[in-house]
């Protein structure tokens, strides 16, 4: 258990000093663990719509944050470049992420193509069956990219190192929002990157 613990540190610390340093998508991670908050309750009395919440605020906040505002050369305070720490990403980096989310917008299409998902599903009706429907179709997908990861990582890096990432994963929403509440007002109050220091202690500052 403590090898666990210690990846799962690890790799929320990297996680941190590599990929979040500015305090814009900070809080736009503040504003997609809120959300994922809610779609995690809502999966126990409508999965589909926690599917789309899910997907449609807190992926879209989260990946827009790494997208628009996170800098892209070289990083000066982990001496690393931007094409290093994509080598090293244990999860999902840019590349695997845009394969991901490739497939994210390609379902509900394919859902007014084929209503049944070619044999897959019993067809909907209308658009409200059709939104209920690309929720579940969203759903499934963040679960399978997430076991698909997982299972790759056992082989990769073997089993602690899956599971420490897929664990992490499913906590990040109850850690971003204790690691990051304080970001919307350091923001306003003009600091727009988090100056990393303290070991990781930053974004508390």
């Not at 589909?48 to 990083?75: C, K, N």
């Not at 049944?116 to 759903?139: C, T, Y």
Request: proline share 4%.
């Amino acid at each position: 258990m403590e090898g666990y613990l210690n990846k799962v540190a690890q790799l929320r610390w990297d996680d941190h000093r590599y990929y979040h340093q500015c305090r814009i998508n900070q809080t736009l991670h503040l504003i997609s663990a809120l959300s994922f908050l809610g779609a995690y309750a809502l999966l126990f009395v409508d999965p589909a719509r926690a599917g789309l919440i899910g997907w449609l605020v807190g992926m879209v906040t989260r990946q827009s944050g790494h997208l628009f505002f996170e800098p892209r050369g070289y990083d000066r305070i982990n001496g690393a470049s931007y094409d290093h720490k994509e080598s090293i990403k244990v999860g999902y980096n840019m590349r695997r992420k845009g394969i991901l989310i490739a497939v994210w917008l390609a379902l509900p299409l394919l859902l007014r193509v084929s209503p049944s998902l070619f044999g897959l599903v019993r067809p909907a009706a209308g658009w409200q069956g059709w939104a209920h429907d690309v929720g579940l179709s969203w759903l499934a997908l963040g679960v399978g990219g997430l076991l698909f990861r997982t299972l790759h990582l056992f082989f990769l890096r073997g089993p602690i190192w899956g599971l420490a990432w897929a664990g992490k994963i499913i906590t990040d929403p109850f850690h971003n929002v204790v690691e990051y509440w304080k970001s919307p007002l350091l923001l306003l109050r003009g600091q727009r990157y988090d100056p990393l220091d303290d070991a990781g202690q930053g974004a508390r500052a």
